[in-house]
């Protein structure tokens, strides 16, 4: 249910906080040490480089704006978007008696991104930020460890993959004649795809979202995903699906990776076909989709769509590669619920139709299936290898 304007706005709080402590040419800000672990609290961060800040009691999401420049933030969570661009931090933004705590080092890149220039050094007690910057942009803290006056995009080394079987439990996916379902066929494809991961991609953790016939809400699906994310690693996002179309004679399997602005019609019915689960979902505080929230929760960066499409376009090759009894209907783009919200790389396949007569008796022998999951492998394994070369260029 959409919720309306008035009602959705009396669960935000702006806090609009006093800028007596803000100074055009230094930045001073208190770090605090809680259990270890280095924090700066957003009502310091927003008096000290006058800021304003807001949270979202519903969604418990904040923000931190100044002009032009925003920052999104959620407890919990260790990841942040700060002007457009990913921030990774070693442990996640927190809650202490009311009062929301940041990660020393994303107050440091908020800085750094409000005010470009600046070059910030650690004290013993405190974040200082000033002007004029050392030469070449960079200078040592106390520790001796060089900081960055400007926050550059991670391109942080794979260390997980994502693997998302569609549908499941009360949710069926599609279906097929003789009541063949989406459900068991993606289930049974990831699980062997997962296998194949398991025994070649040492080092990388393989997880599945689902690993039984259970029912999953699609934005838990990339909540698991995101949970996986530390400082230094990052991962991807594999959702497999089994397409279906009221012509028995559309055939092959694609790739889509998410944008707001569909390839074209039938990418468009695609989404709307995966996306009809919402209506099997429990609705809670916070879980409509609104346009302001869609778009917070896509957190479309650049980075995050070149990586989504080289992903699937790497899938798609390599599934025409070894799938070439069927057909190859290309990468598109289309608006996935499942897809939203995702901080990685992240692709949902369609490895077949499930009303075509050729491709539904395919998809349910085991044979097939295992070339599947070994195209999707190999896709993945495509990727990581651009992907670790890009790194290494960087």
Known sequence: MRKSGKVYAAFIIILFLPRSLFSEHNISIPVLNIDGKDYVSLHALSAGTASDASLDLVTQRGKLFRGTHVTVFQPGMTILLVDG?????????????????LPEKAAREIILSFFPGRT???????????????????????????????????NDRIAFIILDPGHGGRDPGAIGKGGVQEKGITLSVTRKLEKLMRANFKGIRVVLTRSSDTFLELGRRTEIANSHLKNGENGIFVSVHVNASVSPRISGYETYFLSQNPSNEEARATSALENNVVILEEKKPGSGRDDAEHMEAMMLTTQIQKESSMLAETMQ??????????????????????????????????????????????LQKDAYQDRVAEALYHGVAAFLKKYNSGSKNK
Not at 86 to 91: A, D, E, G, Q, T
Not at 331 to 357: C, H, Q, W, Y
């Open 317 to 362: 090759a390599e599934l025409a590669r070894l799938l070439t009894d069927h057909k190859a209907r290309g990468v598109r783009k289309a608006d996935f619920f499942v897809l939203r919200g995702s901080l990685m790389p992240a692709i949902l396949v369609e490895i077949g139709f499930i009303t075509n007569s050729a491709e539904r008796a395919s």
């Open 85 to 101: 661009r990913l921030s990774r931090s070693p442990y996640p933004v927190r809650r202490r008696e009311g009062e929301i705590l």
């Open 120 to 154: 910030c050094t650690r004290t013993r007690n405190s974040l200082e930020c000033a002007l004029p910057p050392e030469k070449n942009g960079r200078q040592a803290d106390e520790s001796g460890v060089p900081v960055r006056t400007t926050p550059d995009r991670h």
